[in-house]
């Protein structure tokens, strides 16, 4: 189930399309099978390498009502400034990640979001746009 704003409409299509590239290659050397932190440490090794402006563990606030609430979240990695990226190591993505990530789209003001699944075989990849 992905978000799209418009049929054929890609928003941030370069980017996400980089972000996936990295990602496979990350995937095709390690695997599946790994924790997550292990993927996420490849991926800033490969943003690195490829000279990608990424932030891992961004915080974000969360309000109700114009209160700031004392839990906040981290994205997992904002990538380019636009997108939210979310890693998982896992039988599937679920419906609570893409909750999870449409959450994570409205606090951080970003339109687009991946989930990226190192848990299979092939990689796999949601694509959320709020």
């Given at each position: 189930m992905d978000y799209q704003i418009k049929q054929?409409?890609?928003?941030?299509?370069?980017?996400t399309d980089l972000i996936?590239?990295?990602?496979?290659?990350?995937?095709?050397?390690?695997?599946?099978?790994?924790?997550?932190?292990?993927?996420?440490?490849?991926?800033?090794?490969?943003?690195?390498?490829?000279?990608?402006?990424?932030?891992?563990?961004?915080?974000?606030?969360?309000?109700?009502?114009?209160?700031?609430?004392?839990?906040?979240?981290y994205a997992d990695f904002i990538v380019f400034d636009t997108v939210v990226l979310e890693i998982k190591s896992k039988s599937g993505i679920a419906n609570e990640d893409l909750a999870q990530a449409i959450n994570y789209l409205k606090c951080s003001e970003c339109s687009v979001g991946l989930i990226l699944n190192f848990g299979k075989p092939?990689?796999?990849?949601?694509?959320?746009?709020?």
């Amino acid at each position: 189930m992905d978000y799209q704003i418009k049929q054929g409409s890609l928003p941030y299509k370069n980017e996400t399309d980089l972000i996936i590239n990295a990602a496979i290659e990350v995937h095709k050397d390690l695997g599946c099978g790994f924790l997550e932190i292990v993927y996420k440490d490849a991926l800033c090794i490969e943003f690195e390498s490829r000279g990608y402006f990424y932030e891992r563990e961004k915080h974000y606030p969360v309000y109700y009502k114009d209160v700031l609430l004392p839990h906040s979240f981290y994205a997992d990695f904002i990538v380019f400034d636009t997108v939210v990226l979310e890693i998982k190591s896992k039988s599937g993505i679920a419906n609570e990640d893409l909750a999870q990530a449409i959450n994570y789209l409205k606090c951080s003001e970003c339109s687009v979001g991946l989930i990226l699944n190192f848990g299979k075989p092939t990689l796999e990849i949601r694509r959320v746009v709020f």
